[in-house]
């Protein structure tokens, strides 16, 4: 069974840093692209950044080029979003998604929380 959990989330004041990760548990990811979306209050769920996990192909939305970096750890099965220069706008529910490549994504976590304060 896939498990994905996320963590790192937090307070964080404009223009600060924080690192998330989405440990991946159940099967083994080499054909999957892992993603991060997020949810702002009363927003509908974005698309933040994807990687394909074989070849490490990263793609991100607009607003977060240049300050986001998805990245994956092998080893220890885990993908990271290093987060930087944050701003107020930035602050939603984080989710870690996994999908085969080509297919939508099916398995999601439960997601943590981002606050960045003006």
């Known amino acids: 069974q896939v498990q994905l959990v996320e963590s790192g989330g937090g307070l964080v004041q404009a223009g600060g840093s924080l690192r998330l990760s989405c440990a991946a548990s159940g099967r083994t990811f080499n054909s999957y692209r892992m993603a991060w979306f997020r949810q702002a209050p009363e927003n509908e769920r974005e698309f933040v950044a994807a990687i394909r996990w074989q070849t490490g192909t990263t793609s991100y939305t607009d607003s977060v080029k240049g300050r986001f970096t998805i990245s994956r750890d092998d080893a220890k099965n885990t993908v990271y979003l290093q987060m930087n220069s944050l701003k107020p706008e930035d602050t939603a529910v984080y989710s870690c998604?996994?999908?085969?490549?080509?297919?939508?994504?099916?398995?999601w976590g439960q997601g943590t929380r981002v606050t960045v304060s003006s």
């Open positions: 998604a996994a999908g085969v490549i080509g297919k939508d994504y099916n398995y």
